[in-house]
């Protein structure tokens, strides 16, 4: 696709379910990222993909959130045991190369996860 | 640390003048690069803007222009003939080698409302 795609764009679920997030960045992308924004502030860092491998977790809130990117293209961001403070627009975004000169990192529309 | 500070949380104009929103930064890195994102009430991240450090030259793009100026750690924006199209939220981000080059860190936002 042209640019960056996630799904589901809205996501209610109740407190302790375990929920996931997808994302599909631009084609030939090969650096990902996950981004968390919660109401009235900026997106935060949560984990950074470098093809299949996740070269910066620092950003996971704790040991409920993980997440994948098996073949280097679709990563999903999973949440164990969901609590109402995990409430937030879950953004994704992709570059072409994790330099520091070349990449320009963009977004995709995000999905809303709100836990009842 | 790393630190993007936009003092104005919102601001509201009348269609045709002119709005700068400020965006001062804290690094300890000597090379760095500085963003411009907008964020319209659809919810997607629009990239506007990267410099780098080392490039302290304004740059003008339309009715966007910007003014890095390092000395006071500030990348201000500034539209021209504002427009109701220009109603979104803007945040300034800031890259650098101590996030690994990875990651952004974002200023909160200013929420730019432009009225007819």
């Known amino acids: 696709g042209a640019g960056v795609s996630q799904t589901p764009s809205n996501k209610v679920t109740e407190k302790g379910k375990y929920v996931e997030l997808r994302c599909d960045p631009i084609?030939?992308?090969?650096?990902l990222y996950w981004y968390r924004q919660s109401l009235g502030q900026g997106p935060e860092f949560l984990i950074y993909?470098?093809?299949?491998?996740?070269?910066?977790d620092s950003g996971l809130p704790n040991d409920r959130f993980f997440a994948v990117r098996p073949e280097g293209s679709v990563s999903t961001l999973k949440i164990q045991r969901t609590e109402r403070g995990d409430s937030a627009v879950y953004l994704c975004?992709?570059?072409?190369?994790?330099?520091?000169?070349?990449?320009?990192?963009?977004f995709g529309p995000g999905t809303r996860l709100t836990v009842l | 640390a790393q630190k993007v500070t936009q003092a104005q949380t919102e601001i509201s104009v009348v269609e045709k003048e002119d709005v700068t929103l400020d965006c001062v930064y804290e690094t300890r890195d000597t090379t760095y690069y500085l963003f411009w994102y907008k964020q319209p009430p659809s919810g997607e991240l629009v990239f506007l803007i990267r410099?780098?450090?080392?490039?302290?030259q304004n740059e003008i793009s339309g009715r966007y222009s910007w003014n890095f100026q390092k000395s006071t750690s500030s990348f201000n924006f500034t539209i021209t003939a504002s427009q109701v199209v220009d109603s979104a939220v803007y945040f300034c981000a800031l890259r650098g080698p101590n996030s690994g080059y990875s990651t952004l860190t974002f200023g909160k936002g200013t929420m730019l409302l432009v009225s007819p």
């Open positions: 084609s030939g992308h090969t650096a």
């Open positions: 993909f470098q093809g299949t491998g996740a070269a910066d």
């Open positions: 410099r780098n450090s080392f490039d302290e």
């Open positions: 975004a992709s570059s072409a190369l994790a330099g520091p000169s070349t990449d320009t990192q963009y």
